[in-house]
């Protein structure tokens, strides 16, 4: 077997981008057992780290406009209060700036304005913990000036090269609106349904000249599409589309996820946009971006993650998605046709002793599509194995194709693994989304049985051998199927799941819930309303905790801001109240999912003993 470690160690490279100038390249390596940020020359030289964080790994980097600073967001043990830093990457010894060292704040959105390099434009809540205000922040100095000030129900920002300053936010109905801001209050300038947007509308962009905005739309269609609103007249224009995949929809809860727009760098020109099915499609809308296209696609045939490229257009930098072979990285030169390899994330794993993911169909049993992802372990006959049912969290997210180390380190003990895209998923359709609506541990929870008995039928599962696991929604669906169906599983994991509906929404963070209105209220209700509020409480885990009789593993982040500690406390109490035995982890340094690689090595070490105990022990697979 190869080792929980291998799997969940950090990775030795990643989150490569290269410079504005196109001489170097950060990207995020361990040092001291923690992801920092390193540089390197692209004309090569040795690599410095330029940061020195001994608490919690750094999760992303990026540079300024003049290649001078680079800059990272940073919370403190997965609090999710984030504060922006600012690195010298021309002095490695030189400790971080914090340049939002505002207790209790929240910096968000950093954005980089093209026509003002020494400055990233920000979102804080200093003034007011449920209003966000828009701030330019000097990288160097750290002067913080206000730009506009929340005039109320303003959710994000867009600012124009003129300065002109946009906003949207929720009516009273729980549509979307985009106003104009301006000292004298607002005006409108377009208004979209709020059920067509559970999360955000994404993407969502100015162009170039600030007179439109690029944005998602499936107005008038089931998919959703690339369009430009005229900010002038609130109209919108096609742009792109494609005849069966929706827009990349992940960035719309992830922000690590790539963006579905691909713009150059300099210019802010449109060059591609991302569609995602079973595999990702990138269509250049640019000639000269589809002349590169074609090469980097050629350098691995995973899909293309990241992109980054310096201000001239040709020297790029690009990572790989792969369900084999992760976060493998190139430099290309476009000038010279030159390209090397820079580097990959777990280079200690052999693809060929990995599991393929296959993309599958499974028919809901009232006719719903349910795309999933099925992985078989490698040297085992695919029949009467012990089945993991591993359910993604959102639920307004999706599982798609590529590299998972949860997925691979399960089939390597031998274990099949099935993902589920169940209804609520998204970047399947505004249909496929909207049939959750009302159904949390109902029709949602029929397509993970229906998912379950597609296996078992199809001859890959052991229906007495049959696991569950999830983070956060996919916890609250794990925690369903044994409350609901406990008859079906055998073995359950719950990591950073919601047991009560009504206590989730009521301890979210305060500056979430004037955003609620086309998600958790519309999906699953309000409960400050009595009667949506008892409809809540019998379609909580919590309210079922006496029909538990599946072994249970509970995994939680301390500190979790939006699935608080109580979710968990509360259900292993009423379980040991009962005298049902839970084994019950606590990471005090982590929030809402485990970032650093020891946390995460003794997650899975206890997820590895928990499911050979339950689900039976396995031949190995592989060597160690």
């Known amino acids: 077997m190869i080792g929980v470690e ?8 990643s989150a490569p981008v290269i410079s504005p100038d196109g001489t170097r390249i950060a990207y995020l390596a361990p040092r001291k057992n923690r992801m920092n940020i390193w540089v390197r020359d692209v004309a090569g030289g040795e690599p410095r780290c330029v940061t020195a964080d001994e ?11 003049d290649s001078r600073w680079l800059l990272y967001a940073q919370d403190e043990g997965g609090n999710e ?65 206000e730009v506009v000030r929340n005039p109320g129900g303003i959710g994000a920002y ?47 962009r100015l162009t ?26 609130g109209s919108q224009t096609a742009v792109d589309s494609h005849p069966s995949f929706d827009l990349d929809p992940r960035s719309t809860v992830d922000p690590a996820a790539p963006d579905p727009l691909i713009t150059d760098r300099a210019t802010g020109a449109l060059l591609g946009v991302r569609y995602l099915d079973e595999r990702l499609e990138i269509r250049a809308l640019d000639p000269g971006f589809a002349e590169i296209l074609v090469r980097l696609t050629a350098l691995s045939d995973g899909d293309i993650e990241t992109l980054s490229v310096d201000d001239s ?43 393929p993911m296959r993309p599958v169909s499974i028919t809901s049993r009232d006719g719903l599509r349910l795309p999933s992802h099925l992985t078989l372990p490698v040297g085992v006959a695919p029949a009467g194995l012990p089945l993991v049912v591993l359910l993604h969290g959102g639920p307004w997210f999706r599982d798609h194709w590529g590299y998972a180390p949860a997925v691979q380190f399960l089939a390597n003990r031998g274990y099949a693994v099935l993902q589920v895209n169940f209804r609520g998923s998204t970047g399947y359709g505004k249909a496929f989304t909207s049939a959750a609506i009302g159904e949390f541990a109902g029709a949602m929870h029929d397509d993970v049985i229906d998912a379950v008995e597609w296996a078992v039928g199809q001859g890959y599962a052991d229906p007495s051998r049959i ?147 339950h689900l039976g022990e396995k031949a190995p697979v592989g060597s160690e």
């Open 6 to 13: 291998e799997f969940f160690g950090s990775p030795a490279f």
């Open 313 to 355: 257009g040709q020297r790029w930098v690009v990572t790989f998605e792969h369900d084999r072979d992760p976060g493998v990285a190139w430099f290309y030169d476009h000038a010279t046709g030159a390209s090397r390899l820079l580097g990959r994330a777990h280079p200690h794993l052999d693809p060929a002793a990995l599991a």
């Open 208 to 233: 170039p000249d600030g007179t439109g905005v690029w944005m998602g739309s499936n107005r008038g269609t089931d998919r959703m599409r690339l369009v430009r609103l005229d900010l002038a007249t």
């Open 81 to 145: 209060l984030w504060h922006l830093f600012r690195a010298d990457p021309d002095d490695p010894e030189a400790p971080a700036v914090d340049l939002t060292p505002f207790p209790g704040v929240a910096a968000l959105a950093p954005e980089l304005p093209a026509h003002r390099p020494g400055i990233v434009q920000v979102q804080l809540n200093k003034r007011d913990p449920v209003a966000f205000d828009l701030y330019d922040l000097d990288i160097e100095s750290g002067e913080l000036t």
């Open 158 to 204: 867009l600012r124009a090269p003129d300065g002109t300053v946009y906003g949207t936010g929720l009516t009273d109905a729980g549509d979307l609106e985009l106003s104009r801001i301006t000292p004298d209050g607002s005006r409108r300038v377009a208004r979209f349904a709020g059920r067509d947007y559970p999360m955000q509308i994404a993407p969502f």
């Open 55 to 65: 608490t919690r790994s750094v999760q992303n980097v990026f540079w300024s406009r």
């Open 467 to 613: 696991g569950i696991f999830g983070g956060s929604y996919g916890g609250y669906a794990t925690l369903v199927g044994v409350t609901f169906t406990p008859d079906v599983f055998a073995a359950a994991i719950d990591y950073v799941g919601i047991s009560s509906l009504p206590n989730f929404l009521r301890t979210l963070p305060a500056f979430t819930k004037p955003y609620l209105a086309n998600n958790w209220h519309l999906f699953v209700g309000d409960p400050d309303d009595p009667e949506q509020e008892a409809d809540m409480l019998a379609r909580s885990p919590i309210t079922h905790a006496d029909r538990i009789r599946t072994p249970l593993l509970v995994l939680q982040g301390a500190n979790d801001p939006r699935v608080v500690r109580a979710e968990s406390d509360n259900l292993v109490a009423a379980l040991r109240d009962r005298g049902v035995r839970v084994e019950y982890i606590v990471k005090d340094d982590e929030g809402h999912g485990f970032v650093n690689p020891e946390n995460q090595i003794d997650m899975f070490r206890a997820v590895e003993r928990f499911l050979a105990r």
